[in-house]
């Protein structure tokens, strides 16, 4: 019987050693019928603490007349919780064409030029990537569990949504691990990468970043459901209300299979608000100077730019919303433009239903409208349907 450490760091693997003085290659049935660890290595369950893994792990008995050769395995941990299930095999000789013949022909596209190979279950909740190395020779096969994930939208430890708004100081004390510039491998996933993004100017924490391979996006997907895709981005996102955390994935990052970016948001209706008025504007912008603007929304100010960066809402694409400011000759505030993006026609009809529920019935036609504010402002939206979203613009009456 196999036996795991008793003890564990942070970010770091335990090794089973499988290699027996009797050898054979791995086979067919050494595997599951479906996607899943071999040797009942499926019996474990991503997110496990070790302790339950190691309950786990006195079910599982490998014999040692009949260990396959050449096969090292790992079990992958991060903050006391199991991820990644990898083997690390001498002999790769055949070991696709088995996997595929078990498992079905992958319907999990890799990333252009990648040469792994995945395959994913719904039903077991894991996802297998199989990658050859041309260094040294051989490959990983790697099983990423969706449990890992859990049911909630909240990034892994050590990243938490305690860093967001925190200070560098205050991460140095929350999460040391994070406190460089620099990215920190996430132990529990192959290949995965954790860092900050810090809010220009008052350097604290406005984003957390995930950073994981084609495989793990997958398993992600099967933890939370497949999100609201904005296809010409590529962006797909998830937002959690009660706790007004929002995950923003892009499949477009160089260097990188897939990229998840963590914020707080706040619900579009919240952001405009009831009356004629934004609420995520309290103080008044149209028809003030641009000083008496940015003292009244220093936060929200950055230099060299005549906007307000404001929170963001659900399909925002940046983690803050950008409100550009223009002003008249006489360097008055004259209105203000924002822009919200929609997935499809039918989220479109449903923003415009929004406004009309704020400003009253639209009037004009595809694809410019106007809004009959009784505030004494003038309401434009415009569709840009090449990127996706609606142009509004906020303002001052003409003379």
Same mark, same amino acid.
């Given at each position: 019987?196999?036996?795991?450490? @008793?003890?564990?760091?942070?970010?770091?693997?335990?090794?089973?050693?499988?290699?027996?003085?009797?050898?054979?290659?791995?086979?067919?049935?050494?595997?599951?019928?479906?996607?899943?660890?071999?040797?009942?290595?499926?019996?474990?369950?991503?997110?496990?603490?070790?302790?339950?893994?190691?309950?786990?792990?006195?079910?599982?008995?490998?014999? @040692?007349?009949?260990?396959?050769?050449?096969?090292?395995?790992?079990?992958?941990?991060?903050?006391?919780?199991?991820? *990644?299930?990898?083997?690390?095999?001498?002999?790769?000789? !055949? =070991?696709?064409?088995?996997?595929?013949?078990?498992?079905?022909?992958?319907?999990?596209?890799?990333? &252009?030029?990648?040469?792994?190979? =995945?395959?994913?279950?719904?039903?077991?909740?894991?996802?297998?990537?199989?990658?050859?190395?041309?260094?040294?020779? !051989?490959?990983?096969? @790697?099983?990423?569990?969706? +449990?890992?994930?859990?049911?909630?939208?909240?990034?892994?430890?050590?990243?938490?949504?305690?860093?967001?708004?925190?200070?560098?100081?205050?991460?140095?004390?929350?999460?040391?691990? #994070?406190?460089?510039?620099?990215?920190?491998?996430?132990?529990?996933?192959?290949?995965?990468? #954790?860092?900050?993004?810090?809010?220009?100017?008052?350097?604290?924490?406005?984003?957390?970043?995930? #950073?994981?391979?084609?495989?793990?996006? $997958? +398993?992600?997907?099967?933890?939370?459901?497949?999100?609201?895709?904005?296809?010409?981005?590529?962006?797909? =996102?998830?937002?959690?209300?009660?706790? !007004?955390?929002?995950?923003?994935?892009?499949?477009?990052?160089?260097?990188?299979?897939?990229?998840?970016?963590?914020?707080?948001?706040?619900?579009?209706?919240?952001?405009?608000?009831? /009356?004629?008025?934004?609420?995520?504007?309290?103080?008044?912008?149209?028809?003030?100077?641009?000083?008496?603007?940015?003292?009244?929304? /220093?936060?929200?100010?950055?230099?060299?730019?005549?906007? #307000?960066?404001?929170?963001?809402?659900?399909?925002?694409?940046?983690?803050?919303?950008?409100? &550009?400011?223009?002003?008249?000759?006489?360097?008055?505030?004259?209105? %203000?433009?924002?822009? $919200?993006?929609?997935?499809?026609?039918?989220?479109?009809?449903?923003?415009?239903?929004?406004?009309?529920?704020?400003?009253?019935?639209?009037?004009?036609?595809?694809?410019?409208?106007?809004?009959? @504010?009784?505030?004494?402002?003038? &309401?434009?939206?415009?569709?840009?349907?090449? %990127?996706?979203?609606?142009?509004?613009?906020?303002?001052?009456?003409? *003379?």
């Amino acid at each position: 019987m196999s036996k795991l450490r @008793s003890a564990i760091a942070i970010g770091t693997a335990v090794m089973l050693g499988l290699t027996g003085c009797h050898r054979r290659a791995l086979t067919a049935h050494d595997f599951p019928s479906r996607v899943a660890p071999p040797f009942g290595l499926d019996r474990l369950v991503g997110g496990d603490p070790l302790t339950k893994a190691q309950a786990a792990m006195k079910t599982v008995r490998f014999d @040692s007349s009949s260990r396959p050769s050449g096969v090292e395995v790992k079990l992958m941990f991060e903050h006391d919780r199991l991820g *990644d299930v990898v083997l690390e095999l001498d002999n790769c000789a !055949g =070991i696709s064409e088995m996997l595929t013949a078990l498992w079905g022909a992958s319907d999990h596209a890799a990333p &252009v030029g990648d040469p792994n190979e =995945i395959w994913a279950s719904e039903a077991t909740g894991w996802v297998a990537s199989l990658r050859h190395r041309s260094l040294q020779g !051989g490959c990983v096969l @790697s099983f990423t569990p969706s +449990a890992f994930f859990g049911k909630t939208i909240t990034p892994p430890r050590p990243l938490s949504p305690t860093l967001l708004g925190a200070t560098r100081q205050r991460v140095t004390e929350l999460a040391p691990a #994070l406190s460089g510039t620099h990215l920190k491998e996430l132990g529990a996933i192959a290949d995965a990468w #954790l860092g900050l993004g810090f809010r220009p100017g008052d350097a604290r924490v406005q984003t957390e970043d995930l #950073l994981i391979p084609k495989s793990a996006s $997958i +398993a992600m997907k099967m933890a939370w459901g497949q999100g609201v895709r904005y296809p010409l981005r590529p962006t797909t =996102i998830w937002v959690d209300p009660e706790s !007004g955390l929002r995950a923003t994935g892009n499949e477009d990052v160089p260097d990188y299979d897939y990229h998840v970016r963590f914020d707080h948001y706040v619900p579009l209706t919240k952001w405009l608000g009831p /009356g004629e008025a934004l609420a995520v504007l309290p103080s008044p912008v149209l028809g003030k100077q641009w000083e008496e603007v940015a003292e009244a929304y /220093g936060e929200a100010v950055q230099p060299g730019f005549h906007s #307000l960066f404001l929170p963001p809402f659900e399909s925002s694409d940046q983690s803050e919303e950008q409100v &550009v400011l223009s002003s008249d000759e006489n360097h008055v505030i004259s209105s %203000l433009d924002f822009e $919200i993006p929609y997935s499809d026609d039918n989220m479109k009809e449903s923003h415009l239903r929004l406004l009309e529920s704020k400003w009253g019935l639209r009037e004009g036609s595809e694809p410019e409208w106007s809004f009959p @504010s009784a505030d004494g402002v003038v &309401v434009r939206v415009a569709d840009f349907a090449k %990127l996706h979203a609606l142009s509004v613009r906020i303002a001052l009456p003409r *003379d």
